[in-house]
């Protein structure tokens, strides 16, 4: 009888809720749960006061920046296009499958969205309100307490920031998982933390001279309220703080990248062979699982430390406070002094109201006026 008995429970099919939940499930459900939100600010962002072009000002850009932001601001979509087509449109079209890169490059360019998070509390980073923009969605985050109006908010350029994040990121996520195996295939014995180690010593240099020197002189964005400044004195000030934190998120897209199991699997897409519905459904699994894991790598490497630093801005400098086109949370334009250790954090609840009735923002006003040319 007990024979038969263990014969039944043997031919018995095994109910999913007996098997142990997949990696890839888990981390799929963060991938769903951001995408989520990010939906709920973008809709209360467009139907909402925010969704504004916030205009340049009186302050004429020069030409050579022009032609530098037109170029970019076609060129990066149009490459970002070329990359979302090779990379997933292609692979399934052909294999109706999309590799590691291909979900990375979804994952960048769902990541865009948190490129403007850090103004969470105050405004420490700046774009170039030149560029094409409809103001942002920081205003629009739930309990967002930096400064800004619908006319004097950050001014997010809807063209060169998503193909950068599709572009860029993919190609210093390959550089780094290419430095990774040379590393390897040089000391064998390496541990994965002496691995890690060596591609940030290379990704924090990396960010300086990209970014730092070839970068951010073109003006389409600018970090004024960094810590430990190189051009200290310019418009294009590169702190210390921005080549830490961003080192840190290309050392980890690079690790997400390169520790892959035999099956090409990255530590978020571990148990997708277990998926049942069709290679659809599997592949919105592993899109969603890359999603959060990358999504995770940002805010922690990048956007939480980043966020303190907007709310210790350190003083913007003379000649970025005189260039209406970058300086438009504060100056002139909204009639705010920026930030500075002496200024007290404004808050976009709070720079109307004050003792006796006077405005606490307008207590501090603009240390210098705009250039007009």
């Known amino acids: 009888m007990s024979s038969v008995g263990h014969v039944a429970d043997r031919a018995r099919p095994t109910v999913s809720g007996d098997r142990p939940v997949a990696p890839v499930t888990w981390w799929a459900s963060l991938g769903a749960l951001i995408i989520a939100l990010q939906a709920f600010v973008l809709v209360r962002w467009i139907s909402g006061p925010y969704f504004k072009h916030v205009d340049p000002g009186p302050t004429p850009l020069p030409g050579w920046m022009k032609v530098a932001l037109t170029f970019l601001q076609i060129v990066l979509p149009l490459a970002g296009i070329g990359a979302l087509y090779w990379f997933v449109v292609r692979p399934w079209r052909r294999e109706r499958r999309v590799g590691l890169d291909g979900l ?37 985050l739930p309990g967002a307490l930096s400064p800004g109006t619908p006319a004097h908010q950050v001014a997010y350029p809807l063209l060169i920031v998503p193909g950068a994040y599709v572009v860029i990121f993919l190609l210093v996520t390959m550089m780094g998982a290419a430095v990774m195996r ?24 990396f960010d300086v001279v990209f970014e730092g020197i070839i970068f951010m002189p073109l003006g389409s964005w600018e970090y004024p309220g960094g810590h430990v400044k190189i051009f200290a004195d310019t418009f294009h000030a590169y702190p210390l703080n921005e080549a830490l934190t961003t080192g840190a998120i290309f050392t980890m897209f690079a690790g997400i990248k390169y520790f892959t199991n035999d099956r090409g699997q990255s530590v978020a897409e571990r148990g997708a062979e277990q998926l049942g519905g069709g ?29 303190w630093f907007g709310a210790h801005s350190t003083e913007w400098n003379r000649d970025i406070q005189t260039r209406s086109y ?16 002496d200024i007290p954090l404004l808050r976009n609840d709070n720079r109307d109201q004050g003792a006796n009735g006077r405005g606490f923002g307008r207590n501090y006003p603009p240390r210098f006026p705009y250039s007009r040319g």
Request: glycine share 8%.
């Open 279 to 307: 290679p659809v459904r599997v592949t919105i699994v592993r899109m969603l699982a890359v999603t959060g894991l990358v999504t995770l790598a940002m805010t922690i490497g990048y956007t939480l430390p980043n966020t």
């Open 326 to 341: 970058l300086t438009y949370t504060c100056g002139e334009g909204p009639g705010l002094a920026c930030p500075a250790p």
């Open 182 to 205: 040379r590393a390897k295939a040089h000391w064998p014995g390496i541990p994965r933390l002496g691995l890690v180690a060596i591609c940030f010593a290379v990704m924090v240099p």
């Open 104 to 140: 990375m490059v979804i994952a960048f360019l769902n990541l865009s969205f948190h490129d403007p998070l850090s103004a969470y509390i105050g405004h420490w980073y700046t774009y170039n309100a030149w560029q094409v923009n409809m103001g942002s969605w920081v205003q629009s």
